[in-house]
Every structure is written in structure tokens, then in C-alpha cells.
């Protein structure tokens, strides 16, 4: 097994901040292996000043200060006595002043012409890989690999940072493809689409070649993946008295895009290419709540199934980097990325000058991870519904006016899915035809865009008893986004009425009382809708719940005549369907309607048909539930982590008490050991059914379940 394969505990080492002539690198590795760090991600060059070397470089200018010391040596040669692991952290894309000023050719350009720089001075400047700048920064890493005794190499953001309309890429997208470069965003514009396309191509390939210019039998190389499942933002953090600054992001791309999608980084093909999966997690940069970490691990358990995921997650408050976060978001952060099958990194911007009690908080977390060790590799997990996320209708439909988000859709309905303590993975187009039928139910939240194989996979999947939810305009259109007649209405027995879309700012459901799903919403309640939803008729299905009359204004009169079904339910001869007509995922998410909540999960376990293998029982919402099969255990974690902080930290825990896990076994279990905030537990096995009651659950309860 290479060594990148077992539970990682990272720490970066970032120097641009730091005082180089002065700074004890050995008494901070020392200080990282006390702490149970396994890893240093260390800075040979920076992003600011732009591509300086920490190290003498022939090829690169040193970094201001310097002064022929070598950090890269001094970290190595310190490391090496605790047997940690010492990565290169090359900064891949930006160039300094000198470097732009000699080249302004080679620097990436907005859609508008101008330069991507952190500031007026051209400190730093984004580098454009199709110029020549791309061999320029194959020279420096083939100077530090020839020199240095690493481990690996870590390509941060190896990315457009910017539209890119430099010459080099207009030239050569011309050249490929007959067409000039589109410089605006036009979302039903083909050659717009190919554009998109061909930035993934573009910087897949240049990856590529970092990959096999780097790596060595023994040597790790993984690049930066940033904020997958989140979108750029527009406006700037505000605060009070202090002038508002465009967020930095927004400089730098001008769109409200998803992070990977805005710097080319197509994340399935960097996770085939790299030998493991980096992703950032800085939630409050893209305000996310902190179960957002688990749903992108998730994700990254679909495109990378058999490689590690380092996260690189916040350690200090935003915007004060010298200002530890508190111990209860520091706790449940590690917690959840671990319980996600996820390896924790922390950086240290300041190494030199931190917020040690913060600190020291990391490095106790860091213990309680190595102690878990053993239970985090080689697992795969317990298999109950697959949530999918489809990056053609993200690509096509969720920057379109008057359309709610798929992706908004997808995180409503994780968020539901958690608070119901339902197994969940999430899947992509692409796994569906080899990895659909190890689940009991597909769930499509607005995932409108569909290929032709991707459907027929998914009636396969029906046809032998398979489960399906349904919402919005679910498998409306084919890959393209071009609407279809081969949807999936005949599966959710439905048909689509004409006029397509029908939107009252006040609208209501009424429930029915003759229905299959076990909720419990009251018949005649009326349940709002969120005011947008598919025309349907049912066409075999049975309706759950009927759109009434709007009004037309808020507070305007209501009408009290059902006008069309818009939760139906169907029984097949093998498999179940429920649909959905409103984008309820995305209303829950914005709004926290709890009904909403009861809708999804009623609607997934009853489409799945059975129950599920293992079920939490008398547990808040606030706790999630992963579990995974390894080796003759079962594993159950248990993370106090949903919790609706955006904008703040975390800053006290939840207790749940007397919590129930229920889990279904085939043979009778050798010995159930409990990890975290409990070590004991009362446990009976009767009728195939392990149960298991936990005195209390504060922070993170990893249950063992050893088989005989």
C-alpha cells in the first residue's frame, strides 16, 4: 500500500507571510509531529510575490528576505526525524512583476482584456498555461524535484483564473474549433458550451503533464480542487463602518459560477489523474453551512472511489486568520470530514505567528483521529439511496432567470436526507449504468438534463424493482438541454400538460387523505409549494397532495379548488415512483418549511420499498449518519453536524441522549466497541436486528460493529 493511502493528518506550511530571515521551521515541524501530524504540505514557491522560491532556485526569483536560506531543506531534514511525510507545494499559476513585465503575453485575461492581478503593482499575475509560461513552470518542477528529497507535489490552483481571453488561448481555440473564442456568457449558445469544454480540456491536459512530470514510483502528486457543489460570490463580506470590497473571486472571473466550472477544473478527470483528491472546504468563503463538507465528500466518493480525499478546512474565523475558530466548529468539522471518509489539512498562514490555543485544539483532534486509524481506510459504504448530481443541467439550466437550481435542489434535498438520518450517496450520469443497482432508490432532484444511456439505466434500474423520486422538471431534456419526449413521465405516472410551467406568488398544496406515503402531514393541510412547479396530469399515478388556486398578490384572496395533482405516487409491477411537481428541495433550502423536510424523506423510503439496512432512531436532526462495511465490521458514525451557521462559526455543541441505532446483520455480532464522545453502550441482537442505545452523542460517536 503507498503511504498516501492511510489516514493522512495534514498541515501546510505557507511562508509568503511569514519573517524568512527569522523564522525556527525545526521548532515548528517539531511542533507539528507532537501534534500527530503525518504530513507537511510545504511551500518551495508562493503566490505572493508571485512564483518567488523558498529555496535558491536557479530558475526563479528567491523570495524577498531570504537570504540563500533554504525552507524547503530546513522542513525536510526536520521532518524526517519524526518519519513525516514532506509534500512540495508549488503556487502554479502566479507570476511575479518581473516575470509579467517581461512577458505580458503570458498573462491571463478577463473577458474584457484585462490582466487577473492581486494588485495594482502586478505583484501577482495569473499566468496563462497555453503560453510559454507552461514551460517556464515545468523548469521549476523539475529543478525541485531533480534537487529535493519529497514525497510528492502539490499544484495549487493549476487553473484559469479568469475568463482566459489571452492571445495563446484565443489563437488556439480558433485553431481547434473554426470559431472565435466567446466572450460573454450565452447559455443555449453552442459554441459557449464548447467553450466551457474546452477550458476543462485545456487544463485537464496541463495537469496531465504536471503529473507525469512530477511523479516518481514513490512520490504523491495531487492538485488544488476548489469548492466543489458551491458557487462563486458576488458580494463581498460586509461589515459595518468599513467600505465594502468586491470579493476577490469576483474580480478575478466577473461570473457567479461554480468554483470548479470558473477555473477549468473538470473535478472526475483531476481525480483520475492525481494520486489522491484535494478538495477546499472553506465554508464561510462561499457561505455554506458546515454539513456542505460531507455532501462534497460524498461527491467525491462517486468520482474517485478507491483514492483519499485531503480537505483543506478553516481553522480561523474569516477574515482574521490569526483568530482561531472555536473548539465546537473546530471539532465537528474534523469530525465530519473523517465520518465522510476524508482526511483533515490545516494551513498555517502565519507559521510563524498563530493563535497557538487554536492550534493546540487541532493537534487534540488530530490524536483522537490517529486513535480512529484503523477504522478509516479500505471501507465502502452501506448502500441505501443515491442522491444524483448532474453537471450537464447545472451547466445548462442553473444560471438561467426564472429556473430554480439544480444544484440548490440537490443541497435541499441532502439537507432533508440528513435531518431524516437516511443513507445516502451521491452519484453522477456518468456512474449510473455500472454502480445504480447496488441501491435501493434513485432520487433525481431537478436534474433535468439526462442523456439517452443515463435513462435507460435508470428504467433498467425501475424494471428490477428499483425506487425513483422525482422533482421539477426531472428528465425533461436530454444532455444538451434540449426538451425531449423521451422522459421519464411513463415511470412516474404522469403526463406533462401543456403550458409547461405554472407560477402563483402565493401557492398552496392541500393534502390528501388516501395516500401511500408515511408522513405526517395531516389530510386538508395546505402546504405551500414555493410557488413553482411542473404542469402534470396524473396518468396512472395516484396524487399525494393538489396545487390550489393562488393569489395573485400577497395577501390576496386564495382559491380552494384543487387545479392539478402535484405530488403523485406509483406502484409498478416491481419497482415505485414518487414525483414531485414544485422545486421543493430548493424551497426547503431557502425557507426551512418543515413539511418540505417530511415530503423528501417520506418520499424516498417509501419508493425504496423496504426498510433501510440501518435506521437511527429517537435522534435529532442535527446528528447525520454515515456507515460503511470494512472487513467484517460495520461502522456507524454519528456527527452532531447539520446545523444551519453560515455567516458564524459554530460555537457550542448539541447533545442527543438515549439515541437508538438500529442495524440489520446476517450473523450474530462478535462485539460492538463505541469511540468519541460515549465508549459504552447497551446492546441487544434479536431477529437479524442489531440495536444498539447510546447515553449520549455530543460531538462524534463512531459506532464498531464486529462481526463473528
Known amino acids: 500500500m503507498a503511504w498516501w493511502q492511510e489516514p493522512l493528518r495534514a498541515v501546510t506550511l505557507e511562508f509568503p507571510a511569514s519573517d524568512v530571515a527569522t523564522i525556527d521551521v525545526k521548532a515548528i515541524v517539531d511542533e507539528t509531529a507532537r501534534g500527530h501530524v503525518n504530513l507537511l504540505c510545504v511551500f518551495a514557491t508562493g503566490y505572493y510575490p508571485g512564483g518567488t522560491a523558498f529555496y535558491p532556485s536557479k530558475t526563479t526569483l528567491a523570495y524577498p528576505g531570504l537570504n540563500g536560506r533554504d525552507l524547503l531543506q530546513e522542513t525536510i531534514d526536520a521532518a524526517r526525524g519524526h518519519g513525516q511525510k514532506v509534500i512540495a507545494y508549488v503556487a502554479s499559476i502566479w507570476g511575479g512583476r518581473d516575470l509579467y513585465v517581461a512577458h505580458p503575453d503570458w498573462a491571463q485575461r478577463k473577458a474584457d482584456g484585462e490582466i487577473t492581478s492581486w494588485d495594482d503593482d502586478y505583484t501577482s499575475v495569473a499566468m496563462c498555461p497555453n503560453s510559454p509560461y507552461r514551460a517556464h513552470l515545468a523548469d521549476i518542477v523539475t529543478e525541485i524535484g531533480d534537487r529535493y528529497d519529497i514525497d510528492g507535489f502539490y499544484f495549487d490552483e493549476p487553473s484559469f483564473q479568469s475568463w482566459c481571453s489571452c492571445r495563446y488561448c484565443r489563437e488556439k481555440y480558433a485553431a481547434e474549433h473554426q470559431m472565435e473564442l466567446p466572450l460573454k456568457e450565452a447559455w443555449d449558445d453552442p459554441n459557449f458550451q464548447r467553450f466551457l469544454d474546452w477550458r476543462y480540456a485545456e487544463i485537464a491536459a496541463w495537469r496531465q503533464e504536471l503529473y507525469d512530470l512530477a511523479k516518481t514510483e514513490d512520490r504523491c502528486v495531487f492538485f488544488q480542487g476548489a469548492?466543489?457543489?458551491?458557487?462563486?460570490?458576488?458580494?463581498?463580506?460586509?461589515?459595518?463602518?468599513?467600505?465594502?470590497?468586491?470579493?476577490?473571486?469576483?474580480?478575478?472571473?466577473?461570473?457567479?459560477?461554480q468554483v470548479p466550472m470558473a477555473h477549468g477544473d473538470d473535478m472526475r478527470r483531476t481525480a483520475a489523474i492525481g494520486d489522491l483528491v484535494h478538495i477546499e472546504l472553506y465554508r464561510r468563503s462561499v457561505n455554506e453551512p458546515l454539513w456542505w463538507y460531507g455532501v462534497c465528500l460524498r461527491y467525491v466518493r462517486s468520482i474517485a472511489v478507491d483514492k483519499p480525499c485531503l480537505v483543506l478546512g478553516m481553522m480561523a474565523q474569516s477574515p482574521f486568520d490569526l483568530y482561531g475558530l472555536p473548539e465546537a466548529e473546530l471539532r465537528l468539522s474534523v469530525a465530519d470530514v473523517l465520518a465522510n471518509s476524508g482526511a483533515p489539512l490545516f494551513a498555517r498562514y502565519y507559521p510563524d505567528r498563530v493563535d497557538q490555543?487554536?492550534?493546540?485544539?487541532?493537534?487534540?483532534?488530530?490524536?483522537?483521529?490517529?486513535?480512529?486509524?484503523?477504522?478509516?481506510?479500505?471501507?465502502?459504504?452501506?448502500?441505501?439511496?443515491?442522491?444524483?448530481?448532474?453537471?450537464?443541467?447545472?451547466?445548462?439550466?442553473?444560471?438561467?432567470?426564472?429556473?430554480?437550481?439544480?444544484?440548490?435542489?440537490?443541497?435541499?434535498?441532502?439537507?432533508?436526507?440528513?435531518?431524516?438520518?437516511?443513507?445516502?450517496?451521491?452519484?453522477?450520469?456518468?456512474?449510473?449504468?455500472?454502480?445504480?443497482?447496488?441501491?435501493?432508490?434513485?432520487?433525481?432532484?431537478?436534474?433535468?438534463c439526462l442523456s439517452v444511456e443515463a435513462k435507460a439505466a435508470i428504467r433498467s434500474f425501475v424494471a428490477a424493482g428499483g425506487g425513483l423520486v422525482g422533482s421539477y422538471e426531472a428528465a425533461l431534456h436530454d444532455e444538451t438541454g434540449l426538451p425531449t419526449e423521451d422522459n421519464l413521465g411513463s415511470l412516474f405516472g404522469i403526463a406533462y400538460a401543456p403550458g409547461g410551467q405554472d407560477y402563483q406568488a402565493d401557492s398552496y398544496m392541500r393534502m390528501r387523505s388516501d395516500h401511500d406515503l408515511p408522513i405526517a402531514i395531516p389530510a386538508g393541510k395546505r402546504v405551500p409549494t414555493g410557488g413553482l412547479q411542473v404542469k402534470v396530469q396524473a396518468a396512472g399515478a395516484s396524487p399525494v397532495a393538489d396545487l390550489l388556486g393562488g393569489a395573485v398578490v400577497h395577501y390576496g384572496p386564495l382559491g380552494d379548488e384543487p387545479i392539478q395533482p402535484v405530488a403523485l405516487t406509483q406502484r409498478m409491477e416491481k419497482g415505485r415512483a414518487v414525483y414531485l411537481a414544485p422545486s421543493i428541495g430548493?424551497?426547503?433550502?431557502?425557507?426551512?418549511?418543515?413539511?418540505?423536510?417530511?415530503?423528501?424523506?417520506?418520499?424516498?423510503?417509501?419508493?425504496?420499498?423496504?426498510?433501510?439496512?440501518?435506521?437511527?432512531?429517537?435522534?435529532?436532526?442535527?446528528?447525520?449518519?454515515?456507515?460503511?462495511?470494512?472487513?467484517?465490521?460495520?461502522?456507524?458514525?454519528?456527527?452532531?453536524?447539520?446545523?444551519?451557521?453560515?455567516?458564524?462559526?459554530?460555537?457550542?455543541?448539541?447533545?442527543?441522549?438515549?439515541?437508538?441505532?438500529?442495524?440489520?446483520?446476517?450473523?450474530?455480532?462478535?462485539?460492538?466497541?463505541l469511540f468519541g464522545d460515549t465508549t459504552s453502550a447497551d446492546w441487544t441482537f434479536s431477529d437479524d436486528i442489531l440495536t444498539i442505545v447510546i447515553s449520549e452523542v455530543t460531538a462524534h460517536v463512531l459506532v464498531v460493529v464486529e462481526e463473528t
Open 586 to 673: 430548493v424551497r426547503y433550502l431557502e425557507l426551512g418549511v418543515e413539511d418540505h423536510r417530511q415530503l423528501i424523506a417520506a418520499a424516498a423510503t417509501w419508493a425504496a420499498g423496504h426498510r433501510p439496512p440501518i435506521r437511527l432512531l429517537n435522534a435529532p436532526r442535527h446528528l447525520a449518519m454515515t456507515a460503511f462495511r470494512q472487513n467484517g465490521r460495520t461502522l456507524v458514525h454519528l456527527v452532531s453536524s447539520v446545523r444551519d451557521e453560515v455567516m458564524s462559526p459554530i460555537a457550542e455543541l448539541l447533545p442527543a441522549r438515549l439515541v437508538k441505532l438500529e442495524i440489520v446483520l446476517t450473523v450474530e455480532p462478535g462485539d460492538v466497541k
Open 227 to 257: 469548492f466543489p457543489l458551491a458557487c462563486l460570490q458576488r458580494e463581498p463580506m460586509a461589515l459595518s463602518g468599513i467600505a465594502p470590497r468586491t470579493s476577490f473571486y469576483w474580480q478575478r472571473f466577473g461570473v457567479s459560477w
Open 357 to 448: 490555543e487554536a492550534w493546540d485544539r487541532v493537534y487534540g483532534l488530530f490524536a483522537e483521529a490517529e486513535a480512529l486509524a484503523l477504522f478509516l481506510g479500505s471501507r465502502e459504504s452501506v448502500k441505501f439511496a443515491a442522491l444524483l448530481y448532474s453537471p450537464s443541467t447545472y451547466r445548462r439550466f442553473d444560471h438561467v432567470d426564472g429556473k430554480p437550481s439544480h444544484l440548490g435542489e440537490l443541497k435541499g434535498f441532502a439537507k432533508a436526507l440528513l435531518q431524516a438520518h437516511i443513507l445516502f450517496d451521491i452519484l453522477t450520469e456518468d456512474d449510473l449504468a455500472d454502480r445504480l443497482a447496488d441501491y435501493e432508490v434513485l432520487i433525481l432532484p431537478n436534474a433535468s
